[in-house]
Each structure stands twice: as structure tokens, then as C-alpha cells.
């Protein structure tokens, strides 16, 4: 393992409470640089199995040496289906370190950090076809005006929008240079915050984020054993509120009156948090990682079974 490849987050904190029996079954959902996965495997006992998603190839080629660990590459919305494919019927723990990876933002090819010089690309699965030029070029003003604001709390959403269509309408907008010629005139703010909520808003919209957060909740309330714990670090508002009402009340959001269910169904509840309020990193460990400033930990048990 690389350990310049991602400096993990809250990483005893997101481990050891959801850790309840080390001979256990564990999913890690998004392994990245195997920072988190390494501390579980070190955590656990000889008998501990630990399966392991990463939709990026290159950190499936960042593979930790372990018999106990079953690492596969896909998108952690599919964790259901795999692990019912394993032959595991339900599983002691999961967890979850939402967003980028260091080596991602730091890998220019990437294209997910706005200091890049690179394309407009921003897929965390290289072997999809939607990127971020086909946002940036293709989505009709209205919804670039609801991507921005949804996914991006972008306050001048709008005039973001009808900037990007003008700027399209005389040629294809490719780079992340061109991307910024055309954003730069509408900054507010501090400049990098305001980048970084646009760049989050399209990376999001490029991965369905959001819909891929919502079966792994669904997924993982279903597969956890009563007494398992969730365990899930977000990095943004919007998916932290998507956590705690999951945890708290079952839906994802509370003018609705269910869950949605990416397996079709819409099972009682059964989920209780294990801390009152989110699990912050300390000053020293911002001070070491600035990456580290807006993480939250959520923490949840299994208490009873679907009915």
C-alpha cells in the first residue's frame, strides 16, 4: 500500500466504533489507499473477513496483502448484490469515507481539482462515459441551474448557468482552463470555496453521488446483522443530511414518508444512532490534514430485523 495515496480521516474513530466483533464480517465501501481497510484488517482478529469496494482502478491496483480481504471493483451502490453473491448472508459492520481521495485531487488527469490542467473529467469510474464536459456542455440551463444549487449550494446558481450556456454557445467548453475562463468573472466569495462548491456540484452530478449514497444506505440496513454497525464519514451538508435522517427516521428525506429502496422494497426500520451528534476530527488532526475540516462521523446500530 502507497501511503501517500489518501491520509485517512477520523480513521481510529471510524473503525473501533464500528468495530463489535473482531472474528467478524466487514464491508469497507469505499476502500481509496486502504488506510481505513488496513486499520480494520489490524483491528480484527485471524478469523475477520473484510470485502472491500473501489470503482477506481487505480486503487484496486493499491491492493493491501491479505487473505482476509476481498477487494472488488465496483460502486458501492452494488454492495447487496455482492455480497449475496458471496455467499454472506449478513455482516457485522460497514463503512463509508465519502467523497475524494487525496490521490484523486492530486492526480491531474483526474480532473476533480480546479488547479488542474487537465479535461473536464471527473469520473471515479474511468470505464463510464458521462464526464464532467458532458455536464458542463450538454445539461439544458435549468438543470445546470439545479445541479449547482442542489449538489453545490452555489448562490448565483442561475447566473453560473446562463454563463456556461453563453460560453457553450461559441464552442465546446473541454478543459478545466476553459471551464475556468468562463466561471472566474462570477466568483463570490473566497475564491477556492466558491470553485470548490462548482467543482463538487458537477462531481457529484458526474457519479450520481447521491443516488449511490442512498442504495448503500438502504443496502447496508439490510445486510448489517442486528447488533452491526454503520459507519459513514461525509465531507459535505448535503450527504451528511442524507445520513442522519436515514439513521434517524428511516428516509432520506423528511417530507417524505419512506425510504426509497434501490432493491424495491421498503422495510420497517431498524436502525438507532450510536452518538447523539456527529464524531468531529480534533484541531491537531485538521492541523495535519486540512482535508480533515469538514468531515462527520455517523454512527448507527441494527437493533431489530425487518418484519
Partial sequence: MTTSYHNPVLLRETVEHMVVDKGGVYVDATYGGGGHTQFLLDTLNEKGTVVAFDQDEDAIKNKIDDPRLILLRSNFR???????????????????DLGVSSFQLDEDSKGFSFSAE?????????????????????????????????????????????????????????????FLLCVEPLIMGNRSRYLAQVFQAIRIKVNDEIGALKSLLTASAQILKVGGRL??????????????????????????QFASDAFGEVPRWCLEPVNRKPILPSKEEIQNNSRARSAKLRVAEKTRSYE
Fill in 118 to 178: 487537465s479535461a473536464l473529467d471527473m469520473r471515479m469510474n474511468t470505464s463510464a462515459t458521462y464526464t464532467a464536459a458532458d455536464v458542463v456542455n450538454n445539461e439544458h440551463e435549468a438543470d445546470l441551474v439545479g445541479i449547482f444549487s442542489a449538489y453545490g449550494e452555489v448562490r448565483n446558481a442561475k447566473s453560473l448557468a446562463r454563463a456556461i450556456v453563453k460560453a457553450r454557445s461559441q464552442r465546446p467548453i473541454t478543459s478545466i482552463q476553459e
Fill in 78 to 96: 452494488y454492495i447487496g448484490r455482492f455480497v449475496k453473491y458471496l455467499k454472506i448472508n449478513e455482516v457485522d459492520g460497514v463503512m463509508a
Fill in 231 to 256: 459507519s459513514v464519514l461525509t465531507y459535505h451538508s448535503l450527504e451528511d443530511r442524507i445520513v442522519k435522517h436515514f439513521v434517524k427516521r428511516g428516509v432520506f428525506d423528511p417530507k417524505s
